[in-house]
């Protein structure tokens, strides 16, 4: 109840950011806290304010995937300003479409560090539920794994409504090398393709598990 209370800037901990609001408050520098504001705009139309990546599966076979970014807003904004992040050993950002033509779209990446930032604005506002950008992934894992895009950043006219951001995973699945072709698990390496006295040939290998080779 605590946290609850004093959380008056609603970012899901007690800083000196709410500190410095309460003192703002008590000499009347300040009449609302950014958490009344959160919640008041929460209640409106019984709707909450959302940005949220949804899940999705990329087959064996996919090299890329498009993942789109959905905002949910009851109450009209002119403002947007949102942060995504990504694992980069797994998915390597190449291009952020713009969805929708009649908003202000400004939008940079940095695959090192697996971070987008999309800000978005408009004179005349938006509201509702809106599909602003799309994000195109290389896939660059070679292996199988779930891997999440998520949030650092989403707020709506300067508010802060990060708690109601939802993450999205991403299902990418990879066949292991060897195993389609020969359709067994059983460590061992097969005959070569097609002779070991021509040009080049294949070797075909399976292992039990997951790890280096060295083959020798």
Known sequence: LQQQVADVTYNGEISALDA?????????LEGTFPVHRVKNLMTENNARPAVYVENLTVPDDATTIKIPVNLTVPSNMLSS????????????????????????????????????????????????TINPVNLHFEIVTPVSVNSEVGFEKFLLDEQDFLMQAESGYIDIMRVQSGTEDIGQYEPGIRNLVPNPFAASALLRFTTGKEGLVEIG
């Open 20 to 28: 410095s609001w309460v003192l703002q408050h008590v000499v009347a």
């Open 81 to 128: 300003d949102i942060r995504i992040r990504f694992n980069p050993e797994h998915l390597q950002l190449q291009n952020m479409e713009q969805n929708i033509n009649n908003l202000l779209l400004e939008s940079h990446f940095d695959n090192l560090r697996g971070m987008a930032n999309i800000g978005i604005a408009s004179v005349k506002g938006f509201s509702g």
